[in-house]
């Protein structure tokens, strides 16, 4: 059974579970760029999560009730338009190609949008994220609200659809797995050809252009989010945008660089320094940072909590701080106290891992369903592990660390035993980067 069937029915099972209803899913809007240009367009993950469906003016609905089906509006076939913009499905051609049950023209969606959500016991929705298309939506609930004299009852009750989906989406298949796999290798690829194209001189944006170009040789469409190549003391700047900054010899240049595959991301970051050698303050630092990585690495495993590897490089990285002098302890007082008061996070100013999927900050709630305590590990669950730290000039921060910004980061899925780190191919000890760079 294809893994979309797959998915939409056990989003049909819960709605039965609690009663039956309709869900209505639309894919992303085109947005415009500039005059009569659109961005590119990329489609929009819960859609394609569900049904496989990358093209734009979309929408996807499920009906659980005595006859659950799945109907998808789409745009219909168009040869004129297809001549300029690409080969469209149309209804026609969308049942057989993304096995929905039905297929409609995307025109007829207000046309049909009244008679789906009459007497159905529940609407679920991703209300406020579209606000044009939640417009739309009350409008057919005005409609059927204002049939009440004929005998025809609005939804009742209105659940986040958007919720139940990151459940399902926050455990991957092993399809999945493949595929974000292969989106690690490429993109390990693309930061293995920038380190060894890095050298004093050239700019950030013509490192970018290196994996750029790795990522689409090896067939990724995209990078996954905007490439971080950050030099020197703009890697202090956590999403530094690639500019025409130059790489300096002495200094150290930071990559935070993923791609999308397959409609599935990765996010890798390594430091390292532009001459190939680490000075002996840059080497200090960077031992803190990994020595900190790994031990978060080794947090990860079936039934800890997702704050585990948070919590393990916190305390790595705020020895460190302590030993470097860049907090003072007769100020800031013991580890202990460092930890307890979070002056640590005048360094490293953010949590150690999110989620990874179809989006490379993916969803999924980070606390345990009906609850307040922090979710713990299973099989199937993926995210990053990026400790690092970042120094900025401050009165009674030692000089020498000024402007080190180093992160090191790896895409890591939760397995039955343990952990498999899907971004291992790019060196991170000292020796491996220094070996790469000569």
């Known amino acids: 059974m294809h893994p979309y069937h797959t998915r939409r029915a056990r989003l049909i099972a819960h709605m039965q579970k609690h009663g039956g209803g309709v869900a209505i899913i639309p894919t992303a809007p085109e947005v415009m760029r500039n005059n009569d240009v659109e961005y590119p367009f990329r489609h929009d993950s819960y859609v394609h999560y569900l049904s496989g469906v990358t093209e734009p003016d979309a929408v996807l609905v499920l009906v659980a009730g005595v006859q659950s ?5 789409c745009r219909d076939k168009d040869a004129a338009h297809e001549i300029w913009h690409g080969f469209r499905h149309g209804p026609d051609g969308a049942c057989a190609h993304f096995g929905v049950d039905q297929a409609f023209s995307i025109a007829a969606l207000d046309q049909h949008l009244p008679g789906l959500l009459a007497d159905a016991p529940a609407l679920y929705a991703g209300m406020g994220r579209n606000a044009a298309f939640d417009e739309r939506l009350n409008g057919s609930l005005r409609a059927v609200r204002g049939a009440g004299r004929s005998g025809m ?7 986040d ?19 974000m796999r292969r989106s690690a290798a ?8 920038a380190m060894r194209a890095a050298r004093a001189g050239l700019a950030e944006y013509q490192v970018e252009a290196e994996l750029l170009y790795e990522f689409h040789r090896q067939g990724a469409a995209a990078p996954a989010y905007p490439s971080i190549v950050a030099a020197g003391a703009n890697a202090c700047i956590l999403h530094h945008n690639p500019g025409r900054t130059r790489l300096r010899d002495g200094e150290l240049l930071l990559i935070d660089a993923g791609c999308e595959l397959d409609s599935y991301a990765s996010d890798i970051t390594r430091t390292f320094p532009v001459n190939g050698r680490f000075s002996p303050a840059q080497r200090r630092i960077y031992e803190i940072v990994l020595d900190a990585q790994l031990a978060a690495l080794a947090a990860v495993k079936p039934g800890a909590s997702v704050l585990a590897p948070h919590e393990a490089a916190v305390r790595i990285l705020s020895q460190g701080m302590l030993d470097t002098g860049l907090l003072d302890a007769d100020r800031v007082g013991s580890l202990d106290d460092v930890i307890g008061s979070g002056a640590w996070r005048q360094f490293f100013m953010c949590k150690t891992s999110h989620w990874l999927g179809m989006d490379v900050h993916d969803v999924g709630s980070y606390r345990e369903p009906g609850g307040d305590a922090w979710r713990i590990l299973q099989p199937g669950m993926t995210l990053t592990v990026e400790p690092g730290l970042y120094i900025r000039p401050a009165p009674g921060v030692p000089e020498q660390f000024w402007h080190i910004g180093i992160r090191i980061e790896d895409d890591v899925a939760v397995t039955p035993s343990g952990r498999d780190v899907f971004s291992a191919g790019v060196p991170k000890a000292i020796g491996d980067i220094e070996a790469l760079m000569r």
């Open 161 to 179: 659809v958007h919720m139940l989906i990151d459940e399902m989406r926050l455990f991957k298949d092993g399809g999945e797995l493949d595929l």
């Open 186 to 193: 490429v993109a390990a690829d693309a930061h293995l050809r």
């Open 69 to 73: 089906r799945s109907i998808l509006f």
């Open 153 to 159: 009852r609005a939804p009742a009750l209105i659940h």
